[in-house]
């Protein structure tokens, strides 16, 4: 890894560019950069996420994801390098499975409402499509390992689940917020 900085204003990033985990320097628009920034982001959105009540087990399970997000962008910033194991898209995978299975059938889309929890959780998932969009952009110029955008898939799919199980815990007996379609509309005056 590169050297750590303890001095946070350096102003060496004052011409545009940024410095790589390998010491090479880049446009701050630079593909990977814009990778790791929105990884940062996703970072920073289940760091507020996780300032809401939860139950436990969801607790553990997104400090985990931090700290992947964290390995991640490590990964991301230094080419070539490899520091997200695919035991983390596992993880996130047997995740999926617990979580969705407690959850009831969708009816219709659902809207990115509810509990504040669950509305955070639904920006975690598009900040989690975003991420993965970038690294897929990255991917085209790059040579880019498969887990990075496997593991942002699956966690977008996990944010989308566990903003149906935030809906669900505050113990009001609440329900995903749906999206008002004609379908739905016509079934329900039949």
Same mark, same amino acid.
């Given at each position: 890894?590169?050297?750590?900085? &303890?001095?946070? $204003?350096?102003?060496?990033?004052?011409?545009?560019? &940024?410095?790589?985990?390998?010491? &090479?320097?880049?446009?701050?628009?630079?593909?990977?950069? /814009?990778?790791?920034?929105?990884?940062?982001?996703?970072?920073?959105?289940?760091?507020?996420?996780? @300032?809401?009540?939860?139950?436990?087990?969801?607790?553990?399970?997104?400090?985990?994801?931090?700290? /992947?997000?964290?390995?991640?962008?490590?990964?991301?910033?230094?080419?070539?390098?490899?520091?997200?194991?695919?035991?983390?898209?596992?993880?996130?995978?047997?995740?999926?499975?617990?979580?969705?299975?407690?959850?009831?059938?969708?009816?219709?889309?659902?809207?990115?409402?509810?509990?504040? $929890?669950?509305?955070?959780?639904?920006? @975690?998932?598009?900040?989690?499509?975003?991420?993965?969009?970038?690294?897929?952009?990255?991917?085209?110029?790059? &040579?880019?390992?498969?887990?990075?955008?496997?593991?942002?898939?699956?966690?977008?799919?996990?944010?989308?689940?566990?903003?149906?199980?935030?809906?669900?815990?505050?113990?009001?007996?609440?329900?995903?917020?749906?999206?008002?379609?004609?379908?739905?509309?016509?079934?329900? $005056?039949?």
């Amino acid at each position: 890894m590169g050297n750590r900085l &303890t001095q946070i $204003a350096t102003r060496t990033g004052d011409d545009g560019t &940024t410095g790589l985990g390998d010491n &090479t320097r880049v446009p701050k628009h630079h593909l990977r950069v /814009q990778a790791m920034g929105d990884v940062d982001e996703l970072n920073s959105h289940i760091g507020l996420l996780l @300032c809401e009540p939860m139950a436990p087990e969801v607790r553990e399970l997104l400090i985990d994801v931090q700290h /992947q997000l964290f390995n991640l962008g490590g990964e991301l910033s230094i080419p070539g390098f490899e520091l997200l194991q695919e035991q983390a898209v596992l993880q996130l995978d047997q995740a999926l499975a617990t979580h969705n299975a407690a959850l009831p059938r969708l009816q219709e889309f659902i809207l990115p409402a509810g509990t504040r $929890a669950a509305a955070q959780a639904h920006i @975690c998932r598009t900040v989690a499509r975003r991420a993965e969009r970038a690294v897929v952009a990255l991917g085209v110029q790059e &040579t880019v390992r498969e887990t990075p955008r496997h593991y942002l898939n699956r966690l977008s799919d996990l944010m989308f689940v566990l903003s149906r199980v935030f809906n669900r815990m505050d113990g009001s007996g609440g329900d995903d917020v749906y999206w008002k379609s004609e379908r739905l509309a016509r079934a329900a $005056a039949e």
